[in-house]
């Protein structure tokens, strides 16, 4: 199999590089790419009026329609798109995710894997690679956490791992914060076991693609 993975950001890139080859053999082939943030669905999916930004959802009708062109009769290529579900009702997300994959003709074989509430719930869901790329993360915030919560995720994996916590890092601008996400992936990333994390969202995008292959 090969799947084409759309991420919103470089983090989910940084983590998805190391998580994909845990999950699936090293015969199947991906390619991840990230972009400048998640965004919105267009209205009019025909004629989408900011196409041309580099935002995941923004861009969502055009790449869909581009992959069914490429893919519609190849089986053994699969578009995953990871997106955060941020503060979004999930049924209704869902929903506005299938109305885009069905504006498609013909649609490309897509699978929507929604990080409940940001894809830092995918670290937290397991803790002791946490604990293993972090030794001083604080354990009375970790375990706190409930996993899937929404409960401001990354904010709370930046007060058990960051210097001066969430309220610190809030306070410095967009690029470095998601710099340091980014830097938490990739130290974290190596360290989890795709078969014992805790997150029911990161359970349910290992499962899809397993199912694939």
Same mark, same amino acid.
């Given at each position: 199999?090969?799947? &084409?993975?759309?991420?919103e950001d470089l983090s989910g890139k940084k983590a998805l590089d ?18 400048? $943030? ?19 959802? +923004? ?26 579900? +941020? ?8 929903? &506005? ?21 940001? $894809? &830092?719930?995918?670290?937290?869901? +397991? ?11 604080? +354990? ?39 710099? &340091? ?33």
């Amino acid at each position: 199999m090969h799947f &084409e993975i759309l991420v919103e950001d470089l983090s989910g890139k940084k983590a998805l590089d190391i998580l994909i080859q845990k999950i699936v053999s090293a015969h199947h082939t991906f390619n991840i790419h990230p972009y400048r $943030g998640i965004g919105h669905i267009p209205k009019n999916l025909n004629n989408p009026t900011n196409a041309n930004t580099n935002l995941l959802l +923004d861009q969502l009708p055009m790449q869909l329609r581009a992959y069914g062109k490429s893919y519609a009769n190849d089986p053994t290529k699969v578009v995953i798109v990871v997106c955060d579900l +941020d503060n979004n009702c999930l049924k209704t997300f869902r929903q &506005e995710l299938f109305r885009v994959l069905n504006s498609c003709n013909p649609k490309p074989e897509t699978r929507f894997c929604i990080a409940i509430e940001e $894809g &830092e719930a995918w670290l937290l869901g +397991d803790i002791p690679a946490i604990k293993v790329a972090y030794p001083k993360a604080k +354990d009375n915030v970790l375990k706190r956490y409930q996993n899937d919560s929404i409960c401001g995720t990354w904010e709370l994996l930046a007060d058990a791992i960051f210097t001066g916590g969430s309220n610190a890092l809030g306070k410095k601008p967009w690029y470095v914060i998601g710099k &340091e996400k980014s830097a938490w992936a990739q130290k974290i990333t190596p360290h989890m076991n795709v078969d014992k994390n805790a997150s029911p969202s990161f359970c349910y995008f290992r499962d899809k693609i397993r199912e694939m292959i």
